[in-house]
């Protein structure tokens, strides 16, 4: 269900509430960045003092060029400035002073052996060659190969949902209520088909809303109650998880005092005061292991690391 078909079954569109809605957090300035993103990649720059035309390079994002190579990203930097920037068909400069392939070191299918981050080296080179420059790999196959293994470790270990379960006291909650609230608070149903809140200046869900159990969903026309919610976020890809947490509460208790509810934390334990501070123990924990291995919360690496 899309928000307009969302708007058309209540006759209505549905809107927020200044009384009712979460307040918004502080986070950090949004800098879109480009890649490569060096603690998260496996990149392999072509170095030389030669310039590098545009026919050159637009050569390499050909499908066969690419798939050759292992589909990786392709940045480049044009002459007299320091900032990488993706390579695309429409990019209009006539040559360029550096060139990057990357590769996530770990990924959905699987992660960088030293084997292949070999195997890349030797391909990247034989383009190198075409274009007379050498083929120099960040880090080293071995390396990329061990940052690989720990970066998958960190996934596995640290890939945190801080969620909340909100369970009916009695009759299962009535999702076009679920809706109205939930649109009151600042959430919107959004592509995802699950409903987010989002805050201007920042591109990704702060807080999502999503059926607890398997087999509802979140529309109303054909699923029109649910027997649970869940709100939370997730850790590593929060700017801001501390605040995050906060509003996670806000927005559990208002649903809980409007559609007759219950919260719990993901072990099913009520949630108390005491249940709060040992969320709030739980998270600055996983926040700090983040940031001991080198990854903000939040940060691009993040983000492309750990799913929103």
Not at 124 to 144: C, H, M
Not at 182 to 211: C, D, V
């Amino acid at each position: 269900m899309t928000e307009a078909e969302l708007f058309a079954f209540f006759g209505k569109p549905l809107g927020l509430n200044p009384e009712a809605a979460l307040q918004p957090v502080n986070l950090p300035v949004w800098k879109p960045e480009t890649g490569p993103y060096y603690k998260v990649q496996y990149v392999i720059e072509l170095i030389g003092p030669n310039l590098i035309s545009a026919q050159q390079a637009k050569a390499l994002l050909e499908q066969n060029a690419r798939t050759a190579l292992g589909n990786p990203e392709i940045y480049v930097m044009i002459p007299g400035q320091s900032r990488w920037q993706t390579l695309w068909p429409g990019e209009p400069n006539l040559t360029y002073d550096s060139l990057a392939f990357a590769w996530d070191l770990v990924s959905e299918n699987g992660q960088i052996t030293a084997a292949t981050a070999n195997e890349l080296w030797k391909r990247t080179e034989t383009v190198g060659k075409t274009l007379q420059r050498r083929a120099a790999p960040l880090p080293p196959p071995d390396d990329a190969a061990r940052a690989a293994s720990n970066l998958r470790t960190i996934k596995d270990s640290l890939d945190i949902g801080l969620d909340i379960l909100i369970s009916p006291k009695s009759d299962p909650f009535d999702a076009k209520r679920v809706f109205e609230c939930a649109y009151e608070m600042g959430f919107a149903l959004r592509n995802s088909g699950l409903l987010e809140w989002k805050q201007q200046g920042w591109p990704e869900p702060l807080l999502t809303i999503f059926p607890a159990y398997e087999g509802d969903l979140l529309d109303p026309k054909s699923c029109p109650t649910l027997d649970g919610l869940a709100i939370g976020f997730s850790v590593p890809c929060s700017p801001a998880p501390e605040q995050m947490l906060e509003r996670t509460v806000l927005a559990s208790d208002a649903f809980c005092e409007k559609l007759g509810g219950t919260a719990a934390d993901d072990d099913g334990r009520p949630m108390t005061p005491e249940a709060v501070v040992r969320l709030g123990s739980s998270l600055a924990n996983a926040v700090r292991e983040l940031r001991s291995a080198g990854l903000e919360p939040g940060s691009a690496e993040a983000l492309r690391l750990f799913s929103p």
